[in-house]
């Protein structure tokens, strides 16, 4: 028993170590910026943000060839473009912005609530269509602290000088107003992780790889704990919102609501593999630190998992992880008083594509409609300036950037059969989430009826 607890011990510690590898899958998971040149990679939607990589600085973007596509894959694009002509907004800089109400058949009131893409990229014309004709009253981030950390336009004064900050803290339920000098990002200094990993080395082998991630990128709690004090000083309850709601009516608000981040994504992958797997090729490669080859057959499994499941496994990994968000995004839209909302990532494609089909599954508008929405993002990426830049830092990391900057209809299609499959209906998952009856009812109303402004 003692001989057997020191060999599970020592290959616990050996784990550790070569979890170090998993630095290197975590970096293709990881949304940290590098400059090519003039070029600079863009934190596009949480898909890239979570699998662009830090790339080779000395990668020619001039030998990177864009994947071609098929005559059904332009006519495709062909179709969807002309179709972004006809329903988004005459915008200039932001990207994938529309009325909810543009979606076919959808039951929705005209100027209510909009998915859109990164809002401070907006030019003057911009600013004048989204503040001035459309009025848009609040501003929902879906983006992580990650994301955020690394976005200059951030507090960019010309977008945001009349807005009140909001901030949702997940763990404790909260949500803090910042005042006129306070700003959403600040920097702390962090605790020595690689020493916290080591301590908890006698658990099991999935457990110690979660941990080390845990504790080299920061826990949930970490992440939250960056970003907030202690005692979170002056926040109030997250569903006290609603219940004073009139209060606010009159100002502007720009709410951060990260509903997806980069460790969340680390963990949900690893969660999925299984555990021989992971000890087998860790113990198939003891070189891993020092053996750039041993390095690529460890990466393996991880590559394998996130190449295969695609876009259909991140937003099951969105709806799992990001449950509390996406209440506090509902209650949002759910409130009258808050109208017109403006919900958005970077390109506005995927955590906020995953958003608008619940809205619209939710209010009755048919699978193909929602489908059809999701899939007007598909041109989104390659209109980008960096499309050449993403495309390269994926497949430099083995990850097929087909897959992660599309938005293929079969996407949607599977994200909604595996909401029924896995919760029963949409209405099951809001009940999952603590969206309930009372609460979906109140979005209904919100969103479909006339009411006298």
Same mark, same amino acid.
């Given at each position: 028993?003692? *001989? ?6 020592? #290959?616990? =510690? /050996?784990?550790? #170590? ?45 030998? +990177? ?50 998915? +859109? ?40 004064? $010309?977008?945001? !000088? ?6 949702? /803290? ?5 949500? @803090?107003?910042?005042?006129?000098? $306070?700003?959403?990002?600040?920097? @702390? ?12 080395? *006698? ?11 845990? %504790?080299?990128? *920061? ?21 006290? =919102? ?7 009516? %009159? ?18 992958? #690893? ?35 996130? %190449? ?10 969105? =709806? ?5 968000? +996406?209440?506090?995004?509902?209650? =949002? ?10 919900? /958005? ?13 619940? +809205? ?18 598909? %041109? ?18 083995? #990850? ?5 900057? *599309? ?5 949607? !299609? ?13 209405? $099951? ?15 209904? /109303?919100?969103?479909? $009826?006339?009411?006298?402004?």
């Amino acid at each position: 028993m003692v *001989g057997q607890r020191c060999y599970e011990r020592s #290959l616990s =510690l /050996y784990l550790i #170590l070569s979890c170090t590898t998993i630095f290197l899958v975590c970096n293709a998971l990881i949304s940290k910026p590098t400059a090519f040149a003039s070029h600079k990679l863009s934190h596009s939607a949480y898909t890239t943000t979570c699998l662009s990589s830090i790339v080779d600085e000395s990668m020619d973007l001039s030998q +990177i060839e864009i994947p071609e596509n098929t005559d059904e894959e332009k006519e495709f694009f062909a179709r969807t473009a002309q179709l972004c002509k006809e329903r988004n907004l005459p915008l200039q800089k932001v990207k994938n912005a529309r009325d909810l109400s543009s979606v076919r058949n959808s039951p929705i009131k005209p100027g209510r609530v909009y998915r +859109i893409g990164r809002v401070s990229d907006a030019t003057t014309d911009d600013l004048k269509i989204l503040f001035g004709d459309i009025g848009v009253k609040t501003l929902v981030d879906l983006r992580s602290p990650t994301e955020l950390k690394d976005d200059p336009t951030l507090e960019r004064e $010309e977008v945001f !000088e009349n807005f009140t900050d909001m901030v949702f /803290y997940e763990q404790k339920q909260l949500v @803090k107003e910042l005042g006129p000098d $306070e700003k959403r990002m600040e920097k @702390k200094s962090k605790r020595d992780r690689v020493k916290d990993a080591v301590k908890d080395a *006698g658990r099991g082998t999935k457990d110690v790889m979660i941990g080390f991630v845990d %504790n080299f990128f *920061g826990s949930e709690e970490d992440e939250q704990d960056m970003e907030e004090d202690e005692d979170c000083i002056d926040c109030m309850e997250a569903t006290a =919102l609603l219940e004073e709601s009139a209060r606010r009516k %009159n100002r502007k608000e720009r709410h951060f609501a990260s509903i997806m981040n980069e460790l969340k994504y680390v963990r949900g992958t #690893l969660s999925k593999l299984r555990k021989r797997d992971i000890a087998k090729t860790i113990i198939k490669s003891p070189t891993t630190i020092v053996s750039k080859s041993a390095r690529e057959n460890i990466k393996k499994p991880f590559l394998d998992e996130i %190449n295969g499941g695609g876009l259909p496994m991140l937003n099951d990994l969105l =709806l799992r992880y990001g449950a509390p968000g +996406i209440k506090y995004v509902l209650d =949002l839209v759910s409130d009258v008083n808050r109208h017109p909302v403006a919900f /958005y990532c970077t390109a506005g494609k995927d955590r906020t594509g995953v958003i608008a089909a619940i +809205i619209l599954a939710l209010l009755g508008t048919e699978d193909d409609a929602i489908v059809e929405d999701y899939s007007l993002s598909a %041109n989104v990426y390659a209109e980008m300036n960096d499309h050449k830049a993403m495309v390269g830092a994926l497949s430099q990391r083995s #990850l097929d950037a087909k897959t992660f900057l *599309g938005a293929p209809p079969h996407v949607m !299609e599977d994200t909604l059969k595996n909401i029924r499959n896995d919760y029963g209906s949409v209405e $099951e998952y809001l009940d999952f989430i603590g969206f309930d009856e009372k609460s979906r009812d109140r979005l209904k /109303y919100a969103l479909t $009826e006339d009411r006298i402004l």
